[in-house]
């Protein structure tokens, strides 16, 4: 079983539409989580980071925690077509200094 | 945040050669990763680059294949040694900046060996 699980996708919405991507994961030993925006040919940028479980919303993102279930998730409301892009969910055990693991990343394309 | 670049962008390079990558930051930062994305996979830590000292490697990668400078606190180099097609692969460095400790990535070098 892989650290970091996340469905390749591709997700196809319309504009306008809610967007939900997910993460799951093994070890219970991670803390941070983190989602990252990459546009096709760009390095990733980071979106949201939040520690341990909750939510934390930024504008029309939400990401969400829940360390019971080992599952995280990012939701985008109102979704554009500027939104199209891979997203990638990373987490680790430590604050700095180490490694993130990353997911594979869903790939989202949202249609005008 | 931090402004971060890499050189070059992208190459096409023949198996057996080596091909050098650099990334700048545009203030001093302590911690410096360099990552591997290879299509259909996940991001990889390939290693920490240490300033002042040897980079510290993950498992499965070697400093023979993958040497890494870091003469200062604002730039860092991997090469990519003896390349086989199996090194086709995009390479990002990341810093972590700020209390949080948020990793930030360059914009990566996209690698084709043929």
């Known amino acids: 079983q892989k650290e970091v699980e996340q469905d390749p996708g591709p997700l196809s919405v319309p504009e306008g539409a809610i967007v939900s991507l997910n993460c799951t994961y093994s070890n219970s030993a991670f803390q941070y989580f983190m989602w990252y925006r990459q546009y096709s040919r760009k390095g990733p940028e980071l979106l949201m980071y939040?520690?341990?479980?909750g939510n934390k919303e930024d504008g029309r993102f939400t990401a969400q925690v829940d360390k019971s279930s080992k599952y995280i998730s990012l939701f985008i409301r109102d979704s554009q077509p500027s939104d199209s892009a891979t997203y990638l969910c990373a987490m680790s055990a430590v604050q700095a200094g180490t490694a993130l693991i990353f997911g594979k990343g869903t790939t989202l394309s949202v249609s005008s | 945040s931090a402004v971060i670049s890499q050189k070059p962008s992208r190459d096409i390079c023949q198996r057996g050669t080596s091909l050098t990558i650099q990334c700048q930051v545009d203030s001093q930062v302590t911690m410096m990763f360099w990552y591997r994305q290879q299509p259909g996979q996940s991001l990889t830590l390939i290693a920490t680059?240490?300033?002042?000292?040897?980079?510290?490697?993950e498992s499965g990668f070697v400093i023979d294949k993958f040497p890494i400078s870091r003469p200062n606190l604002t730039f860092s180099t991997l090469t990519v040694s003896n390349m086989s097609p199996e090194d086709s692969s995009i390479y990002l460095c990341?810093?972590?900046?700020?209390?949080?400790?948020?990793?930030?990535f360059g914009p990566g070098t996209r690698l084709l060996v043929l």
């Open positions: 680059a240490n300033q002042g000292s040897e980079a510290t490697y």
């Open positions: 939040t520690y341990s479980s």
């Open positions: 990341s810093v972590v900046v700020g209390t949080l400790g948020t990793q930030y």
